[in-house]
């Protein structure tokens, strides 16, 4: 027999955490942080026997879905005696977070999920899906044990520049998947099903559109960890004649993708800038191999000034005061590539405030990390669930609107899959 409990996610996004029990053996599937969490916040792990102490010979172990904050958040906390999974280039990737933000993960894992290649964990047999998502090497999972087929989504969309796997997915799917477990992130209070995010071929045609009509720098907001964003914004300012500047963090980040055909230090028109807080963490911890690896590719205040015309800058909200000294503020444009709710937050809006003093104009250039609805109706009728189970999403009770056979599950709820 299979039991499924949520421990969060039945009725928001964040804070992904599911726990599985093959006959008394069990397995959990992300531990993540609420998305409303403020970022000194202590938050508690589900509670998930074993997970925190590791003295539960019933845990078979935790396995992170994708480097999503939501997703891996709370792992920080889970005992090094827990064997965790997760993809090779993720564990990388946060390993890179961990020497720049305090929202990093250097952990040790047990294994590594590997596109379509199964593995066994205890009683369950785990088939990881490399899947279409903001993060870099995010996977949905098929979980079977108990003599029951699962399909967790994880995050997943149809429109970046992974969307091949996501096709790949609806040609050939999984067969016989008793449930569904999957994420509606668009599935909101106020949806009705056919909106769309602007895929990332649009948004770097938009991005190329204004790098040109830009006098100034073109300042751009994005995450690091958003591979395919960075991809978007490396060609979209090759496009429009300009170079490229990551920050450190950046270009230490791409490196860790171990993935050459991401832009990084030493490709076409790449350049590399240290700001005054990363220079301090290189110099705090001697990290001086990160400096050295980018030397030839550094780029310094003076000539971000006079070639500003010429350049897309990463840019942060931390950076404003830095960059307004250098002077670099002048006729620039800040291009906004994340999710828009981050500018209602009161650091956002102190963000937009700046902004507005110095006379800097902000415009939108983003695509969704997740799915539409209508590309979630298609998982849906490929994968031909006996239930859909929704997760991950601010109106989980509005599935059955848009999905055939939906079963609505609490979170802390134990049911049978
Ligand atoms: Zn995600």
Redesign the pocket.
Same mark, same amino acid.
């Given at each position: 027999m299979l039991k499924i409990r949520i421990h969060r996610g039945a009725k928001e996004i964040g804070g992904n955490c599911i726990e599985l029990d093959a006959d008394g053996v069990r397995l959990v599937l992300d531990v993540g942080r609420p998305l409303n969490a403020a970022m000194d916040a202590k938050i508690p792990l589900p509670s998930v026997s074993g997970l925190d102490n590791g003295d539960d010979p019933t845990l078979a172990g935790l396995v992170i879905s =994708?480097p =999503?904050q @939501? =997703?891996y958040g709370l792992a920080d906390q889970v005992s090094p005696k827990v064997p965790i999974y997760i993809g090779e280039a993720a564990h990388r990737i946060l390993r890179e977070s961990a020497f720049f933000t305090p929202s990093g993960l250097d952990c040790t894992p047990a294994g590594f999920l590997q596109n379509r290649k199964p593995f066994a964990v205890g009683p369950f047999r785990l088939t990881p899906f490399l899947n279409d =998502?903001? &993060?870099f090497d &995010?996977y949905s999972l098929l979980i079977e044990a108990g003599g029951r087929r699962v399909f967790y989504t $994880? @995050?997943i969309r149809a429109h970046g520049r992974k969307a091949a796997l996501f096709k790949k997915l609806l040609s050939s799917p999984p067969k016989n998947i008793h449930v569904l477990l999957m994420e509606g992130t668009h599935v909101r209070p106020d949806s009705d099903g056919s909106e769309k995010s602007p895929t990332e071929d649009e948004v770097e045609k938009a991005c190329v559109e204004t790098f040109k009509a830009t006098r100034g720098a073109v300042l751009a907001c994005y995450s690091a960890q958003n591979i395919d964003c960075l991809v978007t914004l490396y060609r979209a300012a090759i496009q429009s004649g300009r170079d490229f500047v990551m920050d450190l963090y950046t270009a230490c980040i791409a490196k860790a993708t171990g993935n050459k055909s991401i832009p990084q230090p030493g490709w076409d028109r790449v350049r590399v800038y240290l700001p005054n807080s990363q220079r301090s963490k290189v110099m705090k911890h001697g990290a001086f191999e990160r400096t050295d690896a980018v030397k030839l590719y550094r780029i310094y205040p003076k000539e971000l000034v006079q070639r500003r015309h010429e350049l897309v800058v990463t840019f942060r909200q931390s950076l404003g005061s830095e960059f307004k000294s250098a002077g670099l503020l002048a006729e620039a444009q800040v291009v906004w590539s994340l999710w828009d709710g981050y500018l209602k937050q009161p650091k956002g809006k102190e963000f937009l405030e700046f902004l507005e003093r110095n006379h800097v104009p902000l415009v939108h250039h983003h695509s969704s $990390?997740h799915a539409s609805i209508e590309d979630l109706k298609k998982l849906v009728t490929a994968l031909n669930p006996g239930c859909v189970v929704p997760i991950h999403s601010f109106a989980t009770d509005r599935f059955a609107k848009f999905f055939p056979r939906v079963t609505q599950h609490a979170d802390g709820e134990w049911w049978e899959g």
């Amino acid at each position: 027999m299979l039991k499924i409990r949520i421990h969060r996610g039945a009725k928001e996004i964040g804070g992904n955490c599911i726990e599985l029990d093959a006959d008394g053996v069990r397995l959990v599937l992300d531990v993540g942080r609420p998305l409303n969490a403020a970022m000194d916040a202590k938050i508690p792990l589900p509670s998930v026997s074993g997970l925190d102490n590791g003295d539960d010979p019933t845990l078979a172990g935790l396995v992170i879905s =994708h480097p =999503h904050q @939501d =997703h891996y958040g709370l792992a920080d906390q889970v005992s090094p005696k827990v064997p965790i999974y997760i993809g090779e280039a993720a564990h990388r990737i946060l390993r890179e977070s961990a020497f720049f933000t305090p929202s990093g993960l250097d952990c040790t894992p047990a294994g590594f999920l590997q596109n379509r290649k199964p593995f066994a964990v205890g009683p369950f047999r785990l088939t990881p899906f490399l899947n279409d =998502h903001s &993060a870099f090497d &995010a996977y949905s999972l098929l979980i079977e044990a108990g003599g029951r087929r699962v399909f967790y989504t $994880g @995050d997943i969309r149809a429109h970046g520049r992974k969307a091949a796997l996501f096709k790949k997915l609806l040609s050939s799917p999984p067969k016989n998947i008793h449930v569904l477990l999957m994420e509606g992130t668009h599935v909101r209070p106020d949806s009705d099903g056919s909106e769309k995010s602007p895929t990332e071929d649009e948004v770097e045609k938009a991005c190329v559109e204004t790098f040109k009509a830009t006098r100034g720098a073109v300042l751009a907001c994005y995450s690091a960890q958003n591979i395919d964003c960075l991809v978007t914004l490396y060609r979209a300012a090759i496009q429009s004649g300009r170079d490229f500047v990551m920050d450190l963090y950046t270009a230490c980040i791409a490196k860790a993708t171990g993935n050459k055909s991401i832009p990084q230090p030493g490709w076409d028109r790449v350049r590399v800038y240290l700001p005054n807080s990363q220079r301090s963490k290189v110099m705090k911890h001697g990290a001086f191999e990160r400096t050295d690896a980018v030397k030839l590719y550094r780029i310094y205040p003076k000539e971000l000034v006079q070639r500003r015309h010429e350049l897309v800058v990463t840019f942060r909200q931390s950076l404003g005061s830095e960059f307004k000294s250098a002077g670099l503020l002048a006729e620039a444009q800040v291009v906004w590539s994340l999710w828009d709710g981050y500018l209602k937050q009161p650091k956002g809006k102190e963000f937009l405030e700046f902004l507005e003093r110095n006379h800097v104009p902000l415009v939108h250039h983003h695509s969704s $990390g997740h799915a539409s609805i209508e590309d979630l109706k298609k998982l849906v009728t490929a994968l031909n669930p006996g239930c859909v189970v929704p997760i991950h999403s601010f109106a989980t009770d509005r599935f059955a609107k848009f999905f055939p056979r939906v079963t609505q599950h609490a979170d802390g709820e134990w049911w049978e899959g």
